[in-house]
């Protein structure tokens, strides 16, 4: 197997920072904010709060589940990421929100608990839409000690020394397999990616085909009574020129009948 290049190897030891050891630092802070033994009772009465984030689109189906699973199982922070955590912890504790935001990289100034989370999270999104599996050293370096200050912070001095030792040690054979697997997955990443657009355009053209299908509709249904209410008019003017007819008809008729008759009116009453 072909030995991997510096780039490639931060890349890894990265990916093993942001998805092993930084999570479990972020739930070691999550836990002391929502006690495990008390974490079911609690999500349950935040239901009306956590149903109202569902409808808005804020917690997706997989999240639901999470918080609730089906009986017997119970919620558990082992299996929430840092995103939901931070969900949780943003809308359910008195937690003040970093500067920018969760979505922004706080700046080195602010180390709350809230700024270390966010930390993590853009890290995390900032390697999985990389193209290429590769981080530049003096990002790497840059990015490595503010994630790890961030996890020293949230989990504790052994954890900071765990990521110490996980800078330096030697990458073995699963690590480099590792990294094989994760270039395969960006690989599919990027094809699905490229699907979704593509649903995502079909599904905006449609939605404009229907849109004006639905106003041709209302066009064809508008021409349709205008047509009615004009036959309703045409009906009624032919019978009122039936009723005219009808009249003048019997109006001859009596005139045709006055011309026939030769006795005059003043006579025809004294025979």
């Known amino acids: ?11 890894v030891r990265m990916s093993l920072l942001l998805t092993g050891i930084s999570p479990r630092a972020a739930r070691i802070f999550f836990d002391s904010e929502f006690a495990p033994a008390c974490l079911e009772a609690t999500i349950k009465k935040e239901y009306n709060k956590l149903f109202d984030l ?31 955590m931070i969900l949780l912890l943003r809308n359910l504790t008195p937690m003040t929100l970093p ?4 979505d922004l990289l706080p700046s080195a100034m602010e180390t709350t608990s809230a700024a ?40 504790g001095q052994q954890m900071k020394q765990e990521c110490d030792r996980l800078k ?24 699905l990616t490229k699907s979704l657009r593509n649903l995502k355009r079909s599904h905006i053209d449609m939605k ?22 004009n036959h309703k008019k045409v009906k009624k003017s032919h019978e009122m020129l039936q009723e005219d007819h009808a009249h003048m008809t019997k109006e001859m008729e009596i005139m045709k009948t006055s011309q026939q008759d030769t006795v005059p009116w003043n006579i025809r009453g004294n025979q």
Request: charged fraction near 30%; charge should be neutral; glycine fraction near 4%.
């Open 116 to 155: 270390d989370l966010a930390r993590i999270k853009y890290y995390r999104n900032y390697l999985a839409h990389l193209d290429e599996g590769k981080l530049d050293t003096g990002f790497f370096n840059t990015a490595w000690d503010d994630i790890t200050l961030a996890v020293d912070r949230l989990g």
């Open 99 to 102: 500067h920018c935001g969760f």
């Open 1 to 11: 197997m072909a030995s991997l290049s510096v780039e490639e190897e931060n890349y």
């Open 54 to 84: 569902k409808k808005k689109h804020r917690i997706n189906q997989s999240q639901w589940n999470l918080l609730f699973p089906r009986f017997p199982d119970v919620p558990d922070s082992k299996t929430f990421d840092v995103t939901l």
């Open 168 to 191: 330096t040690k030697p990458l073995d054979q699963t690590n480099q397999e590792i990294m094989i697997d994760i270039k395969r997955s960006n690989e599919e990443i990027k094809g």
């Open 208 to 229: 404009k085909s229907h849109k004006m299908l639905q106003e041709n509709h209302k066009k064809v249904q508008k021409s349709h009574e205008m047509l009615q209410e």
